[in-house]
Antibody
């Protein structure tokens, strides 16, 4: 059974970098995309981007200039960095495995608040 | 605004059938997947690959596609089906992914 778990600071100051890590247990890292999604309080889901097991990445065009997703297959972890954070980046951040276009396994989510 | 459009809210009487729709140009080329999200929980995949259900999803959930519209149908809605439902697919550029704005389903 595949399980994902997000970790990282729950509070980030404006203009700083939001950094999260997702740890993957069970299943194979290979042949899947590994993705980040966020959900502002009371709002819908927003795809942030994904990384393929070979290291290739795709990002949401609206966030592309500020986002970096990386993968460490030896640690079975992938990470999100979002630069120049603002209050608009306050959200629950989810990591998920993507099979084609299907987000088939999700982490429980972690709330990140951007505030001074 | 999202490249995939969903009605914000839909209601259904207990035991009746409800259809939740998702519209977007990319759906003419790519299928939509569907997710159920209950308050305080992560989304759960309920339909993938046009009309496939992951293990554990009841058969009352089904999916379909026609033109630029994908639909999630719940046949015989139960109280536990009350949730937010999101569609997702590829965006107009094909390489990125998008979610619909979500539909809040109320079971009366």
């Amino acid at each position: 059974q595949v399980q994902l778990q997000e970790s990282g600071p729950g509070l980030v100051k404006p203009s700083e970098t939001l950094s999260l890590t997702c740890s993957v247990s069970g299943g194979s890292i290979n042949n899947y995309y590994w993705s980040w999604i966020r959900q502002p309080p009371g709002k819908g889901l927003e795809w942030i981007g994904y990384i393929f097991y070979n290291g290739s990445t795709k990002y949401n065009p609206s966030l592309k200039s500020r986002v970096t997703i990386s993968l460490d297959t030896s640690k079975r972890q992938f990470s999100l960095k979002l630069n120049s954070a603002t209050a608009a980046d306050t959200a629950v951040y989810y990591c998920a495995r993507v099979d084609g276009v299907d987000f088939d396994y999700w982490g429980q989510g972690t709330l990140v608040i951007v505030s001074s | 605004s999202s490249e995939l459009t969903q009605d914000p809210a839909v209601s259904v009487a207990l035991g009746q059938t409800v259809r939740i729709t998702c519209q977007g140009d990319s759906l003419r080329s790519y299928y939509a997947s569907w997710y159920q999200q209950k308050p305080g929980q992560a989304p759960v995949l309920v339909i993938f690959g046009y009309n496939n259900r992951p293990s554990g999803i009841p058969p009352r959930f089904s999916g379909s596609n026609s033109g630029n519209t994908a639909s999630l149908t719940i046949t015989g809605a139960q109280a536990e089906d009350e949730a937010d439902y999101y569609c997702n697919s590829r965006g107009s550029r094909g390489s990125h992914l998008v979610f619909g704005g979500g539909t809040k389903l109320t079971v009366l």
